[in-house]
Protein backbone atom coordinates (compact mmCIF):
# COMPACT_ATOMS: atom_id res chain seq x y z
CA UNK A 1 0.00 0.00 0.00
CA UNK A 2 1.50 3.52 -0.83
CA UNK A 3 1.64 5.79 1.75
CA UNK A 4 3.57 9.45 2.21
CA UNK A 5 3.42 10.48 5.70
CA UNK A 6 5.22 14.04 5.99
CA UNK A 7 6.81 15.67 9.28
CA UNK A 8 8.90 18.86 10.28
CA UNK A 9 6.04 21.29 10.50
CA UNK A 10 5.80 23.52 13.68
CA UNK A 11 6.34 27.43 14.40
CA UNK A 12 8.99 28.82 13.35
CA UNK A 13 10.07 33.18 13.22
CA UNK A 14 10.43 34.75 10.31
CA UNK A 15 13.84 34.58 8.61
CA UNK A 16 13.77 30.94 9.82
CA UNK A 17 14.60 27.64 8.62
CA UNK A 18 13.05 24.24 8.65
CA UNK A 19 13.29 21.53 7.09
CA UNK A 20 9.98 18.81 6.32
CA UNK A 21 10.26 15.33 5.73
CA UNK A 22 7.82 12.82 3.80
CA UNK A 23 8.70 9.24 4.15
CA UNK A 24 7.75 7.10 1.63
CA UNK A 25 6.34 3.55 1.63
CA UNK A 26 4.90 0.93 -1.08
CA UNK A 27 7.02 2.68 -3.66
CA UNK A 28 10.34 3.54 -4.65
CA UNK A 29 10.63 7.69 -4.33
CA UNK A 30 13.48 7.85 -6.32
CA UNK A 31 11.75 6.23 -9.33
CA UNK A 32 8.95 8.43 -9.45
CA UNK A 33 8.86 12.32 -9.33
CA UNK A 34 7.73 13.65 -6.24
CA UNK A 35 6.23 17.07 -5.82
CA UNK A 36 5.41 19.83 -2.14
CA UNK A 37 2.07 21.33 -3.00
CA UNK A 38 0.87 24.17 -0.05
CA UNK A 39 -2.01 25.64 1.23
CA UNK A 40 -2.26 29.03 3.42
CA UNK A 41 -5.07 28.70 5.85
CA UNK A 42 -8.63 29.35 4.20
CA UNK A 43 -6.82 28.99 0.35
CA UNK A 44 -6.82 26.96 -2.44
CA UNK A 45 -3.61 24.71 -3.24
CA UNK A 46 -0.28 25.73 -4.91
CA UNK A 47 1.84 23.78 -6.45
CA UNK A 48 5.60 24.48 -4.65
CA UNK A 49 8.32 22.22 -5.68
CA UNK A 50 9.32 18.96 -7.77
CA UNK A 51 12.16 16.26 -7.98
CA UNK A 52 12.27 14.32 -11.00
CA UNK A 53 13.52 10.51 -11.10
CA UNK A 54 16.35 12.03 -12.98
CA UNK A 55 17.19 14.73 -9.97
CA UNK A 56 16.36 17.50 -11.93
CA UNK A 57 14.03 20.21 -9.74
CA UNK A 58 11.97 22.91 -10.41
CA UNK A 59 10.57 25.68 -7.95
CA UNK A 60 7.47 28.16 -8.20
CA UNK A 61 8.91 31.59 -8.31
CA UNK A 62 7.57 32.54 -5.13
CA UNK A 63 10.28 29.86 -3.33
CA UNK A 64 13.17 29.95 -5.44
CA UNK A 65 16.56 30.63 -3.98
CA UNK A 66 14.66 30.05 -0.60
CA UNK A 67 13.24 26.32 -0.86
CA UNK A 68 15.31 23.12 -2.08
CA UNK A 69 14.02 19.83 -2.82
CA UNK A 70 15.78 16.69 -2.53
CA UNK A 71 15.33 13.21 -1.66
CA UNK A 72 17.74 10.21 0.58
CA UNK A 73 17.08 7.02 -1.24
CA UNK A 74 18.31 4.64 1.15
CA UNK A 75 15.68 6.46 3.29
CA UNK A 76 13.02 6.25 0.73
CA UNK A 77 12.36 10.40 1.94
CA UNK A 78 11.32 13.65 0.22
CA UNK A 79 12.61 16.90 1.92
CA UNK A 80 12.04 20.43 1.66
CA UNK A 81 14.44 22.79 3.25
CA UNK A 82 13.26 26.01 3.57
CA UNK A 83 14.56 29.13 4.12
CA UNK A 84 14.69 32.57 4.70
CA UNK A 85 10.89 32.02 5.67
CA UNK A 86 8.33 34.51 5.23
CA UNK A 87 4.99 35.03 7.06
CA UNK A 88 3.41 34.48 3.62
CA UNK A 89 5.23 30.47 3.58
CA UNK A 90 2.45 29.79 6.49
CA UNK A 91 0.62 26.96 5.36
CA UNK A 92 0.01 22.93 5.34
CA UNK A 93 2.46 21.44 3.12
CA UNK A 94 1.72 18.12 1.74
CA UNK A 95 4.14 15.73 -0.27
CA UNK A 96 2.69 14.28 -3.66
CA UNK A 97 3.33 11.68 -6.03
CA UNK A 98 3.00 12.19 -9.75
CA UNK A 99 1.64 9.37 -11.70
CA UNK A 100 1.42 9.60 -15.80
CA UNK A 101 -1.34 8.84 -18.82
CA UNK A 102 -0.81 10.15 -22.23
CA UNK A 103 -2.51 13.58 -21.76
CA UNK A 104 -0.32 14.63 -18.86
CA UNK A 105 0.72 13.66 -15.09
CA UNK A 106 -1.55 14.06 -11.79
CA UNK A 107 -0.80 14.02 -8.40
CA UNK A 108 -2.52 10.51 -7.15
CA UNK A 109 -1.35 10.08 -3.75
CA UNK A 110 -0.30 12.75 -0.68
CA UNK A 111 0.45 12.58 2.43
CA UNK A 112 -1.59 13.76 5.32
CA UNK A 113 -0.14 17.30 5.39
CA UNK A 114 2.44 18.78 7.66
CA UNK A 115 1.71 22.82 9.37
CA UNK A 116 4.19 25.31 8.90
CA UNK A 117 3.35 28.71 10.73
CA UNK A 118 5.99 31.39 10.06
CA UNK A 119 5.25 34.15 13.00
CA UNK A 120 6.96 35.89 15.49
CA UNK B 1 2.22 30.27 -15.71
CA UNK B 2 -1.38 29.12 -16.82
CA UNK B 3 -3.96 30.81 -14.89
CA UNK B 4 -6.87 28.25 -13.93
CA UNK B 5 -10.82 29.83 -13.07
CA UNK B 6 -13.47 27.75 -11.64
CA UNK B 7 -16.73 28.59 -11.38
CA UNK B 8 -18.93 28.94 -9.30
CA UNK B 9 -16.68 29.88 -6.17
CA UNK B 10 -19.10 27.69 -4.38
CA UNK B 11 -22.81 26.38 -4.56
CA UNK B 12 -25.35 25.12 -2.69
CA UNK B 13 -27.35 22.01 -3.99
CA UNK B 14 -29.34 18.65 -1.94
CA UNK B 15 -28.65 15.18 -2.13
CA UNK B 16 -29.68 13.53 -5.38
CA UNK B 17 -28.95 16.52 -7.52
CA UNK B 18 -26.89 16.96 -10.60
CA UNK B 19 -23.84 19.36 -10.02
CA UNK B 20 -21.40 21.01 -12.58
CA UNK B 21 -18.15 22.87 -11.74
CA UNK B 22 -16.88 24.43 -14.64
CA UNK B 23 -13.14 24.81 -15.41
CA UNK B 24 -11.25 27.28 -17.56
CA UNK B 25 -7.23 27.89 -18.42
CA UNK B 26 -5.95 30.98 -19.82
CA UNK B 27 -4.74 28.88 -22.71
CA UNK B 28 -5.18 25.85 -24.20
CA UNK B 29 -4.30 23.14 -22.55
CA UNK B 30 -5.27 19.90 -24.97
CA UNK B 31 -7.15 17.77 -22.43
CA UNK B 32 -3.96 17.89 -19.52
CA UNK B 33 -6.56 18.12 -16.65
CA UNK B 34 -7.26 16.69 -13.09
CA UNK B 35 -9.95 16.93 -10.61
CA UNK B 36 -9.30 16.47 -6.83
CA UNK B 37 -11.69 16.60 -3.78
CA UNK B 38 -10.50 18.00 -0.22
CA UNK B 39 -12.79 17.88 2.71
CA UNK B 40 -11.78 19.59 5.39
CA UNK B 41 -8.57 19.06 7.32
CA UNK B 42 -7.61 16.32 4.99
CA UNK B 43 -5.34 16.21 1.85
CA UNK B 44 -7.10 16.42 -1.74
CA UNK B 45 -8.06 13.35 -3.65
CA UNK B 46 -7.99 12.73 -7.10
CA UNK B 47 -11.02 11.85 -8.69
CA UNK B 48 -10.16 12.89 -12.14
CA UNK B 49 -7.65 12.70 -14.52
CA UNK B 50 -6.56 13.76 -18.42
CA UNK B 51 -10.08 15.61 -18.30
CA UNK B 52 -12.47 12.40 -18.48
CA UNK B 53 -10.25 9.29 -16.79
CA UNK B 54 -12.09 8.47 -13.64
CA UNK B 55 -9.52 7.23 -10.99
CA UNK B 56 -9.57 3.62 -10.17
CA UNK B 57 -12.31 3.67 -6.13
CA UNK B 58 -13.92 6.84 -7.45
CA UNK B 59 -17.62 6.36 -8.15
CA UNK B 60 -19.30 6.47 -11.64
CA UNK B 61 -21.61 9.39 -10.53
CA UNK B 62 -18.13 11.59 -11.10
CA UNK B 63 -17.14 12.49 -14.39
CA UNK B 64 -14.90 14.70 -16.26
CA UNK B 65 -15.38 16.54 -19.77
CA UNK B 66 -13.72 19.15 -21.95
CA UNK B 67 -10.74 19.49 -24.06
CA UNK B 68 -8.40 23.00 -25.10
CA UNK B 69 -9.42 25.62 -22.30
CA UNK B 70 -12.81 24.73 -21.31
CA UNK B 71 -13.50 21.65 -18.48
CA UNK B 72 -16.23 20.14 -16.75
CA UNK B 73 -16.79 17.84 -13.59
CA UNK B 74 -20.22 16.83 -13.47
CA UNK B 75 -21.42 14.75 -10.08
CA UNK B 76 -24.30 12.85 -11.91
CA UNK B 77 -26.31 12.50 -8.03
CA UNK B 78 -24.86 14.14 -5.48
CA UNK B 79 -24.41 12.41 -2.11
CA UNK B 80 -23.38 13.27 1.25
CA UNK B 81 -20.00 12.33 1.10
CA UNK B 82 -19.65 14.63 -1.63
CA UNK B 83 -19.78 17.68 -0.03
CA UNK B 84 -16.19 19.32 -0.12
CA UNK B 85 -14.16 21.45 -2.02
CA UNK B 86 -13.09 20.76 -5.66
CA UNK B 87 -9.88 21.79 -7.41
CA UNK B 88 -9.11 21.17 -10.90
CA UNK B 89 -5.28 21.90 -12.03
CA UNK B 90 -3.65 21.30 -15.11
CA UNK B 91 -0.72 19.71 -16.08
CA UNK B 92 0.42 20.95 -19.53
CA UNK B 93 3.55 22.79 -18.16
CA UNK B 94 5.78 23.88 -15.28
CA UNK B 95 4.28 25.01 -12.89
CA UNK B 96 1.37 23.29 -12.48
CA UNK B 97 -1.80 25.73 -11.26
CA UNK B 98 -4.93 25.10 -9.54
CA UNK B 99 -7.82 26.52 -9.63
CA UNK B 100 -8.78 28.50 -7.07
CA UNK B 101 -11.66 25.70 -5.67
CA UNK B 102 -15.45 25.31 -6.02
CA UNK B 103 -17.05 24.84 -2.31
CA UNK B 104 -20.21 22.05 -2.62
CA UNK B 105 -22.35 22.91 0.39
CA UNK B 106 -25.72 21.39 1.21
CA UNK B 107 -28.89 23.17 0.39
Known amino acids: EVQLVESGGGLIQPGGSLRLSCAASGFIVSSNYMSWVRQAPGKGLEWVSVIYSGGNTYYADSVKGRFTISRDNSKNTLYLQMNSLRAEDTAVYYC??????????????WGQGTLVTVSS | DIQMTQSPSSLSASVGDRVTITCRAS??????LNWYQQKPGKAPKLLIFAASSLQKGVPSRFSGSGSGTDFTLTISSLQPEDFATYYCQHSYSTPPTFGQGTKVEIK
Open chain 1, 96 to 109: ARENFHGNGDYFDY
Open chain 2, 27 to 32: QSISSY
